[in-house]
């Protein structure tokens, strides 16, 4: 079993609608997640860091359950500036080393 | 502008022969990472670096060498590079800790070994 699995996708929606990605860690001593976005060719950015509280930036939200060890992302009204490939990010219990899952691609279409 | 460089941003090189990929950060961070991204696997972690001549193995570290003799640069060698090395490389770097902080990569390195 891979450490951490996403959704195999391609997810294709049009723009306005709400999407969500799901992503399941095998590692119950996984202290830090994150969502990190990748354009096609480029290098990953910060979307969002996921607590466990759940947070929300604007049209995008996140969620941990650490009993199901899973953690979704929900983006709401999307734009074509949304196509990208969505990167679930596991942090190990000592912070040090990060397992990164296969990624979701996101094709919102006018 | 606060970022991380690599260089090259392409090679190919043909099997067996010595290679280094150079990265470089100018915000002081005291941590830095390598990965290797190929299609269906993800990104994975080949070395990182919590400090200055400190550096430990990530989870694909075979094949491949890293030194941290200043805190801004974190070069990767591969002393024999193999057709299998063939990959995307990033070059990443945190501010303190990655379990808190941002990793900020850089551009990618796309290595062709033949």
């Known amino acids: 079993r891979k450490e951490v699995e996403q959704d195999p996708g391609p997810f294709n929606v049009p723009e306005g609608a709400t999407v969500a990605f799901n992503c399941t860690y095998s590692?119950?001593?996984?202290?830090?997640f994150f969502w990190y976005r990748q354009d096609c060719r480029k290098e990953p950015k910060l979307l969002m860091s996921?607590?466990?509280s759940g947070n929300e930036d604007g049209r995008f939200t996140a969620q941990l359950n650490r009993a199901s060890q899973y953690i979704s992302l929900l983006i709401r009204d999307s734009k074509l500036s949304d196509s990208a490939t969505y990167l679930c990010?596991?942090?190990?219990?000592?912070?040090?080393?990060?397992?990164f899952g296969p990624g979701t691609r996101l094709s919102v279409l006018p | 502008e606060a970022q991380v460089t690599q260089n090259p941003r392409y090679l190919i090189t043909v099997t067996g022969k010595k290679l280094t990929v150079t990265c470089s950060q100018n915000?002081?961070?005291?941590?830095m990472s390598w990965y290797r991204q190929d299609p269906g696997l993800g990104l994975r972690q080949i070395y990182y670096?919590?400090?200055?001549?400190?550096?430990d193995k990530g989870d694909v570290p075979e094949g491949y060498k890293v030194s941290r003799k200043e805190k801004r640069n974190f070069p990767l060698i591969l002393e024999s590079p193999s057709p299998n090395q063939t990959s995307l490389y990033f070059c990443?770097?945190?501010?303190?800790?990655?379990?808190?902080?941002?990793?900020?990569f850089g551009p990618g390195t796309r290595l062709t070994v033949l």
């Open positions: 670096s919590m400090n200055v001549e400190v550096t």
């Open positions: 915000m002081n961070h005291e941590y």
């Open positions: 990010v596991v942090g190990d219990n000592y912070g040090q080393n990060f397992v």
């Open positions: 590692n119950s001593a996984s202290q830090s």
């Open positions: 996921v607590y466990s």
């Open positions: 990443a770097s945190s501010p303190r800790d990655f379990s808190i902080d941002e990793q900020f």
